[in-house]
């Protein structure tokens, strides 16, 4: 069956590092891979988007790999700031079909 | 531009009886899903609405729940019986892919079900 994994361990991070979120897959040949944020108590925000033909995306203090042959793909947050202290979630889009099918979700805590 | 909504945002009711939840997705968006969490669980995707057609139901767990989207606006899932294992967050999403074609989904604050 399909499975999506991510660290279910907190991060915990300084102010001003680098933190990288993992999202590895099995079972599953996605055309689309998303990433969103997730605070307490709200619904989830999209993030980032990236293709199945696509390596890398940026925006802004975010950037998005994605490698169809690991099965993998890595979020990172450069520059991070406490308000970035969040939940973080992987989900992935199948070709021909819009659910989303989303992973468990790594909290990421930002220390200032 | 308001985001999508969702009524009521917690329900507390007992085993056996009625609910049903509200989504107002974000106006123009015809495309609409609903999701829910249950304790400790992943997000998981129940079923999809293109205008008031339903696209995809393949996530609805049983005949218990039934959603509609009449004149392709709002959308209700009622669960009937509720039953325990139906407690969690149910997560309504709207998409207009026709502009964006890039997929994301914007999410409501989700509505807290427990059924005791």
């Known amino acids: 069956s399909q499975k999506i994994e991510q660290n279910s361990e907190a991060l915990n991070i300084q102010e001003g590092k680098t933190a990288t979120l993992t999202c590895n897959y099995t079972n599953y040949s996605p055309a689309y891979l998303q990433w969103y944020r997730q605070d307490p108590g709200r619904g989830p925000v999209f993030l980032l988007l990236?293709?199945?033909?696509?390596k890398e995306k940026r925006k802004e203090r975010l950037k998005v790999t994605f490698d169809t042959t690991l099965k993998q793909s890595l979020f990172h947050i450069t520059a991070s700031q406490p308000a970035d202290s969040a939940t973080y979630l992987c989900a992935l889009r199948g070709t021909g079909r819009r659910a989303l099918t989303f992973g468990s979700g790594t909290r990421l805590q930002v220390q200032p | 531009e308001a985001g999508v909504t969702q009524f009521p945002s917690h329900s507390v009711i007992e085993k056996g009886q009625t609910v049903t939840l509200r989504c107002d997705p974000i106006?123009?968006?015809?495309?609409l899903y609903w999701y829910r969490r249950v304790m400790g669980k992943e997000i998981k995707f129940l079923l999809h609405?293109?205008?008031?057609?339903?696209?995809?139901e393949s996530g609805m767990p049983n005949n218990r729940f039934l959603a509609e989207r009449t004149g392709g606006t709002y959308s209700t899932l009622k669960v009937q019986p509720a039953e325990l294992e139906d407690s969690g967050v149910y997560f309504c999403?709207?998409?207009?892919?026709?502009?964006?074609?890039?997929?994301?989904?914007?999410f409501g604050p989700g509505t807290r079900l427990t059924v005791t």
């Open positions: 609405f293109v205008k008031e057609s339903k696209q995809d």
């Open positions: 106006s123009g968006h015809d495309n």
């Open positions: 990236i293709r199945e033909n696509e």
């Open positions: 999403a709207s998409s207009q892919e026709k502009t964006s074609g890039r997929g994301e989904q914007y």
